[in-house]
């Protein structure tokens, strides 16, 4: 029992207010775990209801044959993968995908495109009407295609569209070693064109493709560096596809996910911190501790983009035990 001459542990106001923000971000991550999601559940329990966890939906809308050379992604023309291209889904195919998501509990419809950037044209055109289609839905309709200009941002916008995800993936010096075909200045433009234009950014990065705790570090300093900050954070774990170069990296400790989403949270207050790729191979219990430490948001359905993802119906169970709810979409 803690005696009255005994101090409580230090909590991350403890630092001192000359603290940089790279020394702040590391004394709030390598805090001691309790204080660490305690201080999380403070946070996340301010803003946020803590038994609500917003369910999304991915959907592929071109696969595969990508020019650009991710060290992580199947879709790379550069790898070897299993995966077969497909050209841009059609109008109907999509919206089939959109209604049988928000049928099954997703506010949050999120299409993806394997494409280096848009390009002006039929293509785009045809993005910009599923765009409005599925904000007829009165779902939230995010899109990651890739490199924006600011005048085709500011056309989704009009479109209605919800939110953008261009992930800045790992930290700035890492950055190269995963992806050589674009920098990560490239990034911070699309980005910038995305808030520009009035659209949520979301903005999150991938653990396990063999960076150090400082990279991880360092990518949420990159991200905390945003103006204005991500209104959406997934945090991936890296699923490893055969025929890429990180087929082989070993899995992220659990503990240290927990720490990152946990830490996160605490320089996030508001925003959606989505618990993204890699749950498949996730126990329940490491998901909860996940939920726990201030994820609110998961992938649902079986599919993400390319990878297999848990059931939905392992999902609800998930949810039942902890006594947690989606979350309805807010008025
Ligand atoms: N082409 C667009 C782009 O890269 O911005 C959009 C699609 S891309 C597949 C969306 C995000 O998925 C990537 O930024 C990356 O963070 C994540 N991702 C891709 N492959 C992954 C994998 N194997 N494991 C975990 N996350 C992955
Ligand atoms: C994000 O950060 N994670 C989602 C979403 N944004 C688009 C995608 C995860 C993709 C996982 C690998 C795949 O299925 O191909
Ligand atoms: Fe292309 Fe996006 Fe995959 Fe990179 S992550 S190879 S840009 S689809």
């Keep these: 029992m803690l005696r009255a001459s005994e101090s ?14 790279k020394q702040r971000i590391t004394q709030i991550y390598h805090q001691p775990l309790p204080d660490l999601l305690f201080e999380a559940q403070r946070v996340h329990r301010e803003h946020h209801n803590p038994h609500a966890v917003q369910l999304c939906t991915l959907c592929n809308i071109k ?5 650009e050379d991710c060290g992580y992604c199947s879709q790379s023309a550069h790898h070897k993968t299993d995966l ?26 999120c299409m993806g495109a394997a494409w280096r950037d848009v390009k002006d044209g039929n293509q785009f055109e045809q993005v ?22 600011p005048h085709q941002a500011k056309r989704l916008k009009a ?14 010096h890492y950055y190269e070693h995963i992806v050589s075909t674009r920098t990560y200045r490239d990034r911070l433009e699309t980005i910038r064109a995305v808030s520009d234009a009035g659209i949520s950014v979301c903005c999150g990065g991938i653990l396990g493709m063999g960076e150090s705790v400082q990279d991880r ?20 774990c890296l699923v490893p ?45 490491l998901q909860a501790l996940c939920l726990l430490a201030g994820a609110n948001s998961i992938f649902t359905g079986p599919k993400l983009l390319t ?25």
Excluded: W
């Design 8 to 21: 409580i542990p230090a909590s991350p106001s403890a630092l001192s207010p000359n603290a940089t923000l």
């Design 63 to 67: 696969t595969g044959a990508c020019p």
């Design 84 to 109: 077969k291209p497909e050209p841009l889904l059609n109008l109907d195919a999509v919206m089939t995908e959109a209604r049988a998501a928000k049928a099954s509990g997703a506010t949050r419809f």
């Design 128 to 149: 910009l009407e599923m765009v409005r289609q599925v904000a007829a839905l009165e779902m939230e309709v995010c899109c990651t295609l890739g490199m924006l200009k």
């Design 159 to 172: 479109a209605g569209l919800t939110a953008y995800n261009h992930n800045l993936d790992t930290s700035p």
């Design 217 to 236: 570090l360092d990518f949420l300093e990159a991200l905390c560096g945003l103006n204005p900050p991500p209104e959406s954070i997934p945090i991936n």
């Design 241 to 285: 596809v055969p025929g890429t170069p990180l087929q082989d990296a070993p899995p992220v400790e659990p503990i240290e996910l927990v720490r990152m989403i946990a830490t996160t949270r605490i320089l996030f207050p508001v925003a959606m911190v989505r618990l993204s790729a890699g749950r498949l191979t996730m126990s329940d219990e």
């Design 307 to 331: 990878t297999p993802n848990p059931e939905s119906s392992h999902d609800e169970q998930l949810l039942q035990k902890l006594g947690m709810i989606p979350k309805p979409l807010q008025g």
